[in-house]
């Protein structure tokens, strides 16, 4: 018999908080912002990306937790972490971003 896969919900609500953050190109942090631990991940990111949009940043779709945008030739994305972005080194090119330590 077939094992039933789990489907991970990276924007369920959490008891640890979590961090809301545009990183550039290269990843590194453009802004960041510490989310309390219960809060509405989905939400949360929602209002970031419209926030984003009335800046006039273009928002190229939602997958799983984050965003691309794009504002003339600059792309960021925009994204929830379960680290604080500024202590962990995150690679936009790994299987999985934020998967490497700072040194």
């Known amino acids: 018999m077939a094992s039933r896969r789990q489907r991970h919900d990276p924007l369920r609500a959490t008891d640890n908080a ?10 590194r942090v453009q802004t960041s912002q510490e989310l309390a631990a219960g809060v509405d991940l989905r939400q949360a990111l929602a209002q970031h ?5 009335l800046q006039g940043w273009r928002i190229e779709g939602v997958a ?40």
Request: aromatic share 12%; charged share 20%; no cysteine.
């Open 64 to 103: 799983f937790s984050g965003s691309f945008v794009r504002k003339g030739s600059d792309r960021h994305y925009v994204s929830i972490y379960p680290h604080n972005p500024h202590e962990q080194f995150i690679s936009l090119h790994g299987p999985y971003p934020g998967s490497h330590t700072k040194s």
């Open 49 to 53: 990306l419209n926030h984003l949009a």
């Open 18 to 27: 979590r961090w809301l953050a545009r990183l550039d190109e290269h990843g």
